[in-house]
């Protein structure tokens, strides 16, 4: 008889991307609906305070995190409720890919597709609130670090959420308490740059807490699957 | 392996759901090239059984050991050998046929080339749908490609819910050849349903769930 495989953490990993990111390629409205968002709520601002240079480079950087904040959130319950749908979830709990890699496989691809454009737009919705090209490149990098976080602590929220009712709603009241801490540093590191302070202290904690959550949020998301398809 | 010895042992497992029990201290063997069929009502747990035996879903109590070994100690290597086919089909409806069928194999860390991919597909009649996304497929198709996963996957044990649902007369008759040529390879077969499963070469045998 032969030998059964025991699978590899890659090759989990590396399925999960690539399935992932083909699914989001054949369904690029999604990325699309993301960004929209995304450009929405930050115009939305000016409309409602006012559209004084000086008010709108002051609240530009915080705005810009909030905005990509909540978009990343909309693109959540998209990670894991589809293929808890239709059965694929069991089929990766049964799979013999130790499931540490196939759940960080989906959380990068996820944030390959939300996270990961959110920052390259984030430049041009600076620019809408005239910041600097100092303050523009700071805010790309902090949301370069904290938008995986973000990816990552959602992903744990989402597969716990998943299977309740009103999931929505719960994924909120779980997620976006975690994310607070993420965008007082985020928004932090570009604001200490536009005040003409140094944005090191507050990237480097994004830059911490990105390692931590690397190293420890997978293992939660693996727990939280195995609860969930039970 | 040795004739003669249980492959899949489970002793003592019971499981409850809420407040209903829904089995208790079910003890049974399944031996290589053998066909357990789980029977019983609706609702009485053999979709729970299967899930437990898995583990999907954690028993209540028992122990299940595999070739000898307990699978609370090596899970992933008892994972590793079961091919597992549930109510949900695990399909992408965004994806082809093809690229369903590829991905479910890659996910079992099965390696094939496309030519054994397209083999198996025409096998099961599919293949003029083959770059049709899944989501154009009837019911009875989508199965089809659940019966080429199976024909592509050499996990020693498979355990199947209802696998016959949705499969026309012809279908239904290659899901029992399959069935028939894995149990003659030594394969073992853990399968609820409500039809009469015959395979020509295997040894059947029953197991009711009363409640």
Request: aromatic share 6%; hydrophobic share 50%; charged share 15%.
């Amino acid at each position: 008889m032969n030998v059964p495989s025991r699978g590899t953490y890659s090759g989990g990993f590396a399925w999960a991307m690539a399935r992932d990111l083909r699914l989001a390629w054949r369904h690029p409205d999604e990325i699309i609906l993301t960004l929209a968002f995304f450009a929405l709520v930050a115009s939305l601002f000016p409309l409602g305070i006012g559209a004084e240079p000086q008010l709108l480079a002051r609240i530009g950087p915080g705005v810009i995190w909030v905005g990509a904040l909540l978009a990343a959130f909309l693109a959540l319950p998209g990670i894991f409720a589809a293929d808890f749908a239709d059965g694929s979830l069991e089929q990766m709990s049964l799979s013999p890919h130790p499931p540490l890699g196939w759940a960080a496989g989906k959380i990068a691809a996820h944030w390959i597709i939300s996270g990961l454009p959110l920052t390259l737009m984030s430049p041009l919705i600076g620019l809408q609130y005239g910041l600097t090209a100092d303050t523009l490149l700071v805010e790309a990098v902090s949301l370069a670090l904290g938008t995986p976080i973000l990816s990552l602590l959602g992903g744990a929220c989402a597969a716990l959420a998943l299977g309740a009712r009103g999931g929505g709603m719960l994924l909120a009241l779980l997620a976006l308490p975690l994310f607070v801490p993420v965008l007082i540093f985020g928004a932090g590191a570009a604001e200490a740059q536009a005040t003409g302070l140094a944005p090191t202290p507050h990237l480097s904690l994004l830059g911490a807490a990105l390692i931590a959550a690397l190293v420890g949020v997978p293992a939660a998301v693996v727990a939280a699957v195995r609860i969930s398809v039970d | 392996m040795t004739e003669g010895h249980a492959a899949l042992e489970v002793r003592d497992i019971a499981c409850r759901r809420g407040p209903a029990l829904l089995f208790s201290k079910l003890d049974f063997d399944v031996f290589p090239g053998e066909l357990l069929c789980v029977r019983g009502p609706n609702g009485c747990g053999k979709t729970t059984l299967l899930r437990c035996v898995t583990g999907l879903t954690r028993p209540d109590a028992g122990r299940i050991a595999w070739l000898g070994q307990s699978v609370a100690e090596d899970p992933a290597r008892f994972r590793g050998d079961i091919a597992y086919g549930g109510h949900l089909p695990a399909l992408k409806d965004d994806l082809t046929t093809e690229e369903n069928l590829e991905f479910s194999l890659r996910l079992r860390d099965v390696a094939v080339d496309r030519e054994a991919i397209a083999r198996a597909l025409a096998a099961v009649g599919l293949e003029k749908r083959r770059r049709l996304p899944a989501r154009r497929l009837s019911a009875g198709q989508r199965r089809r490609i659940g019966l080429a996963r199976l024909s592509l996957d050499p996990a020693l044990l498979w355990i199947l819910d209802e696998p016959l649902t949705a499969l026309d007369d012809a279908g239904q008759a290659q899901f029992v050849e399959l069935l028939d040529r894995h149990l003659a390879r030594g394969g073992l077969a853990l399968v609820a349903t409500h039809h009469n499963l015959l395979p020509p070469s295997g040894k059947v045998r029953e197991l009711r769930i009363a409640p």
